[in-house]
């Protein structure tokens, strides 16, 4: 129904809460959940999101009937199943200009005539047409936008909508109701007299009934006795029993009750901070204080990195970016206010914890109450860097993988640290970068300091004699920064601006050509191997800015938003994964990623120094089966030629063909037809170094 296997875009989500639930076919349900569309039943369960055709992952609504299933967003989207390569269609997105939000299961369907209640208004929407036939704001003498509707009831030509403390009624000409000529009309809706009862509103389950029996198992019902149940859906399988957080199937022979609440596999959680792994996927570091690795091949268990303590609002409410990994598999992070962590072998092994109230070197923001919202592997990979903030100025911080801790405090003026980077200068001395404010507010002035320390090395292995060094140039203080080892340069994201260092100029310089970058907020920046910058922000998805002529001062803007497959348009951080060449972007309900051939770090490929070989697949080739055919790990100077068996060349690859270190061929010869099957031969040069190969295409 909705597969990632050959996708560019995918995603990783956590299907919750449930706001609607319809049967799907004869034998599942398909829900409507902030994490994707989730198809369940007890040997499926597959969750379509914003890259399967559904241009978002927030729904609201699914309603099923004969002419198909149909499914409203938390904006008005309008979309509809379609058995193909993209499983959903959308049918209609004018709704989502305004702004307003659906109400979650508050879509019916009559004949061709979905009615769709958001906050301020009534829609009546043509599946047939693919347009709205009319909305309305006032139903009888209620302005929707003070007194919204809050549940439909179709009963044959009758439309019922509930209110709070009134229901209203209106005979509805379903086949032909574009040419009613008193929709618009408040006046023709009637108001049902208080003492009359309308069956078949939603009422609070108290007890679960299923073909008049009741259903008394434990799983059903919250501690106080209150139902967990809100849909039963009938179909050939049994009855679904749905509630916003579960999902149970009472099966036909009525002896057990199934549960299908957990997902196939582990989804990675609320993430809030993401860096990717030497070995390929990324670590991702969720608001309740979770761990997990991920890779296109899904997430292992999350585990807890300190009991159960979580960062909590603090994650977003600071943009922390405390998570740093070293390639022996360290890994180092920091819960705020609390204590900061060491572990190995990726997380699973907690190695070292220093407190805020054990009395180490560092001082503390508050009494016991240590404050950071960075760290970074130290320039030789000896430990972990890592600051405190004071009323006195902060403190860097560097803990090696030893567990040794070394604290050079007040180097810095402002009272609180942010993000931060490390590298070596010419001379072997650390150069520390650190971005700081004057408070713990997003929106507080600050800058970029510049701290250089001699190599603790060299320094009886203390970090000390620090010089400062401060720039500024944008408002408010900095939230991320990475370095562009391809330029040299260092470049940042305060919550409205985008700017690099200039060392020459001793600033920040904004760029005077971001056309297409206007009125975002920024939450986080990494570059990838090309020296394109990937921004995030929280309700514009992300934007790809590639300097033009490797000029820092023109970028060129690609705007990518849930239409081409994020899973949000919210995202907290972007992590660029040079092994597996994708672009990781994490928010609130999961993971989405982005393949992309240019992401891949080719650079090594095709030297003495190179992790892979030359290699092509898959052997035989089946065009008609597998799509395309592969020859990976060659260099991106190199030509790529195809030939048949009596050498005549078929096809041939070069530029950005080879971007990232890889081929793919459909089959296709340079005419543009398929080639006969049989037995073909490739051809990599790179300079002096050529590899060859034999492969079969199989019709």
């Known amino acids: 129904m909705c597969a990632n296997a050959s996708d560019k875009w995918g995603a990783f989500s956590d299907p919750f809460p449930i ?107 043509d599946v047939d047409q693919g347009r709205s036939v009319l909305t309305i704001d006032r139903i009888g003498s209620q302005l929707l936008s003070i007194t919204p509707v809050r549940e439909l009831l179709v009963r044959g030509d009758s439309l019922y909508a509930r209110m709070d403390k ?26 049902v007299p ?20 009741v259903l008394t198992d434990s799983v059903l019902y919250n501690e106080d006795g209150s139902s967990k149940i809100k849909w039963q859906i009938e179909t050939k399988e049994g009855t679904y029993l749905v509630g916003s957080e579960y999902v149970y199937l009472y099966k036909k022979d009525g002896k057990k009750i199934e549960d299908l609440t957990n997902t196939q596999g582990y989804t990675p959680g609320e993430v809030y901070e993401m860096r990717a792994t030497p070995i390929g996927g990324v670590l991702a570091a969720t608001v309740d204080g979770k761990l997990s690795h991920g890779s296109l091949n899904g997430w292992g268990e999350s585990h807890y990195l300190y009991g159960t303590l979580g960062s909590d609002a603090s994650a977003y409410s600071a943009r922390m970016k405390t998570l740093s990994i070293l390639p022996d598999e360290h890994i180092f992070f920091h819960i705020w206010g609390f204590v900061y962590l060491m572990f190995s072998q990726w997380g699973a092994n907690l190695e070292y914890y220093y407190r805020a109230t054990d009395g180490h070197c560092f001082e503390n923001y508050l009494e016991n ?29 560097y803990v090696t993988t030893d567990g040794e801790i070394h604290c050079a405090n007040r180097v810095g003026e402002n009272s609180v640290p942010g993000v931060m980077y490390s590298r070596f200068d010419e001379n072997g001395n650390w150069l520390v970068y650190v971005t700081s404010k004057k408070g713990t507010a997003l929106a507080d002035e600050g800058g970029l300091d510049l701290i250089k320390f001699p190599a603790p090395k060299s320094n009886g ?50 760029p005077t050509s971001t056309n297409g970058l206007l009125g975002a907020e920024f939450t986080s920046i990494d570059v990838d191997v090309h020296g394109n910058l990937w921004v995030g922000t929280t309700n514009q998805g992300v934007f790809r800015l590639t300097p033009r002529k490797g000029s820092a001062d023109t970028l060129l803007v690609q705007h990518f938003t849930t239409k081409d497959g994020l899973l949000d348009n919210n995202v907290s951080d972007v992590a660029i994964d040079p092994v597996l060449g994708v672009a990781w972007f994490s928010h609130e309900k999961g993971v989405s990623y982005y393949r992309r051939n240019d992401l891949k770090d080719a650079r090594k490929n095709m030297t003495d120094s190179a992790q892979i070989e030359v290699r092509a697949y898959p052997i035989p080739f089946r065009p008609n089966i597998y799509g395309m055919f592969t020859i990976d790990g060659i260099a991106e100077n190199s030509v790529v030629s195809i030939f048949n068996r009596g050498g005549a060349l078929i096809k041939s690859f070069r530029n950005q063909d080879v971007i990232g270190g890889k081929v793919e061929w459909n089959g296709f010869d340079k005419s543009g037809k398929l080639v006969a099957p049989g037995v073909y031969y490739y051809v990599v040069k790179s300079g002096s170094k050529v590899k060859k190969g034999k492969f079969i295409i199989v019709h």
């Open 369 to 397: 109450y240590a404050i950071s919202v960075g760290s970074t592997p130290a320039p030789d990979n000896s430990g972990f860097l890592t600051t405190t903030g004071s009323n006195n100025g902060y403190g860097v911080v």
């Open 461 to 510: 292995g203390e970090l000390s004699n620090g010089v400062l060094k401060s720039y500024r140039g944008i408002n408010p203080a900095p939230v991320d920064m990475v370095y562009d080892s391809l330029t040299n340069r260092l470049w940042l994201v305060s919550l409205s601006s985008l700017a690099y260092l200039d060392e020459e100029q001793d600033s920040l310089l904004v």
């Open 19 to 125: 706001h609607d639930a319809a049967s799907f076919g004869d034998y599942g349900v398909i829900l409507a959940t902030d994490g994707g569309l989730r198809f369940r039943n007890p040997r499926e369960d597959i969750i379509c999101h914003s890259e399967h055709g559904l241009e978002t992952s927030r729904f609201h609504s699914v309603v099923s009937s004969e002419r198909g299933v149909y499914a409203v967003s938390e904006y008005g989207l309008v979309a509809t199943y379609v058995d193909g390569e993209k499983p959903w269609r959308v049918l209609n997105s004018s709704y989502v200009k305004n702004n307003v939000r659906s109400v979650p299961h508050g879509t019916v369907i009559n004949e061709n005539i979905l009615t769709i209640i958001f906050e301020d208004r009534l829609a009546f929407f």
């Open 166 to 191: 009134a229901v209203y009624v209106r005979k509805m000409d379903w086949t032909n109701l574009s040419a009613d000529k008193r929709l618009s009309d408040p006046n023709s809706w009637s108001l």
């Open 194 to 213: 208080a003492d009359v009862v309308v069956d078949g509103f939603d009422k609070p389950v108290k007890q679960v009934v299923v073909d008049s029996k």
